[in-house]
């Protein structure tokens, strides 16, 4: 069965610092792999995916994420966290079998000024 | 152009009674999809349809919930004999199909609480 993790229920990060946030996942066959972001009171937005191709992505708002197939690693980066990137953040996944999506738990993003 | 919306936006109930929430798609997506978001958790799949026939079913967790969307358009989630344990915020996204890579636009939700 298909499933995320995201290990950090919070990460903290100064402005200006960068940030990780990690995600691991568990499916059969190849991945599609999703960054989304949930702002209070809003609906969840895109980030970005992977497909395929190159194991970097870059998505919106400056974010990028890295796929490692080794390690069945997605985590979320970004060079330089604003205080408005705080947010709270999900991994998802979907397997071969279609659009069906699994999400991790969310992981809540602090950036302090 | 307009995204997915839903309403109530809020919904109180009590235990024992049947709710309706409603899901409009953005204006030519074909695929929709439902799921639920308990506190502290990410969103969970429950049934997504491809126009007018439910797709997969999977995530319904019992016969109280039951989803349609008769026209392929507007779609409506049912749950009968609410239950405290059904409380939580209800997402709807649509997609412009129901492809595996396609992006999912998600609205703002419905949150319902059964007291």
């Known amino acids: 069965a298909q499933s995320v993790a995201q290990p950090e229920d919070q990460v903290n990060v100064a402005e200006g610092n960068p940030l990780t946030v990690k995600c691991t996942y568990s499916v059969s066959g190849n991945p599609y792999l999703f960054w989304y972001v949930q702002y209070p009171n809003r609906g969840l937005q895109f980030l970005l995916k992977?497909?395929?191709?190159?194991?970097l992505v870059k998505g919106s708002y400056g974010f990028e994420a890295e796929f490692n197939k080794s390690q069945t690693s997605f985590h979320l980066k970004k060079p330089s966290a604003l205080v408005s990137d705080s947010a709270l953040y999900f991994c998802?996944?979907?397997?071969?079998?279609?659009?069906?999506?699994?999400f991790g738990a969310g992981t809540r993003l602090f950036v302090k000024a | 152009g307009a995204g997915v919306s839903q309403t109530p936006s809020n919904k109180v109930t009590e235990k024992g009674k049947y709710v309706e929430l409603r899901c409009d798609p953005i204006?030519?997506?074909?695929?929709l999809y439902w799921y639920r978001q308990s506190l502290g958790q990410g969103p969970e799949f429950l049934i997504y349809?491809?126009?007018?026939?439910?797709?997969?079913d999977s995530g319904l967790p019992n016969d109280r919930f039951f989803a349609v969307r008769p026209e392929g358009s507007v779609s409506t989630l049912k749950i009968q004999r609410t239950e405290r344990g059904d409380s939580a915020v209800y997402l709807c996204?649509?997609?412009?199909?129901?492809?595996?890579?396609?992006?999912?636009?998600f609205g703002p939700g419905t949150r319902l609480t059964v007291l």
């Open positions: 204006s030519g997506h074909t695929a």
């Open positions: 998802a996944v979907r397997d071969m079998g279609g659009p069906k999506t699994i």
């Open positions: 992977y497909i395929t191709g190159d194991n």
């Open positions: 349809f491809q126009g007018t026939g439910a797709a997969d």
């Open positions: 996204a649509s997609s412009l199909n129901s492809g595996r890579d396609n992006e999912q636009f």
